[in-house]
């Protein structure tokens, strides 16, 4: 049982590039996140998904793109990088209200 | 803006003192839960606390939950050098539509 495991761990990019992140998690949760967390800010919510196949916004979703194709995957994209999304991303999981299981991060510089 | 706001920032004891936290939100909520993150890694669950409920405990920590000025406490008592970490308060809006936002956070360091 691995939990919530992310790939990669860490990413270089430059401006304009494209990458997709990926969050894996093998507890059959219905419910993913995509949070961003960044010095001083906490952790802000870029989209979430209650289910395959749905996906909706949060607090800070411009710039980035999600899918939910598998119930066990939640893939988060930047098709133009800008050094305004360096930072560092976390996946959660969870079933609803019950409490979230996170991924240990990715991070991600954009020069 | 982000639903929760914590106070203080950053607090630093000594070891055996206790830690009080406090996390402000702004609109009604289903339940508040509590988060610990070590330095470089992922968010850790504390607990949880419904919006019907005033208090909760498990093991050290108590957490109190106040609906009506919309504010929670996280008190960790005889705090232990391995208990500095940021703490997080996030909450689910009273629709229930899955969607968890987090506060600031609150830097505690423990001095041995």
């Known amino acids: 049982n691995a939990g919530v495991t992310q790939t990669p761990k860490f990413r270089v990019l430059k401006t304009g590039q494209s990458m997709t992140l990926l969050c894996a998690q093998d507890?059959?949760?219905?419910?993913m996140y995509w949070y961003r967390q960044d010095p001083g800010m906490g952790l802000r919510l870029i989209h979430y998904?209650?289910?395959?196949?749905?996906?909706a916004k949060g607090e800070v979703p411009d710039g980035y793109n999600v899918s939910r194709l598998k119930k066990q995957n939640f893939l988060l994209g930047l098709e133009s990088a800008a050094p305004s999304q360096t930072s560092v991303y976390f996946c959660?999981?969870?079933?609803?209200?019950?409490?979230?299981?996170f991924g240990n991060g990715t991070r991600l510089t954009v020069t | 803006s982000q639903q929760g706001e914590e106070d203080p920032q950053a607090l630093s004891i000594q070891e055996g003192e206790n830690a009080t936290m406090n996390c402000s939100y702004k609109?009604?909520?289903?339940?508040l839960q509590w988060y610990r993150q070590n330095s470089g890694r992922g968010l850790v669950h504390l607990i949880l606390?419904?919006?019907?409920?005033r208090e909760k405990h498990s093991g050290r920590l108590r957490v109190t939950l106040d609906t009506s000025k919309k504010s929670s406490s996280l008190l960790i008592t005889a705090s232990r050098a391995a208990d500095t970490a940021s703490y997080f308060c996030?909450?689910?809006?009273?629709?229930?539509?899955?969607?968890?936002?987090f506060g600031q956070g609150t830097t505690l360091q423990v001095k041995p």
């Open positions: 609109t009604s909520i289903n339940n």
């Open positions: 606390i419904r919006s019907n409920e």
């Open positions: 507890m059959n949760h219905e419910y």
């Open positions: 998904s209650v289910g395959e196949g749905t996906t």
């Open positions: 996030a909450t689910v809006g009273s629709s229930n539509t899955g969607k968890l936002i």
């Open positions: 959660a999981s969870g079933r609803g209200e019950s409490p979230l299981h």
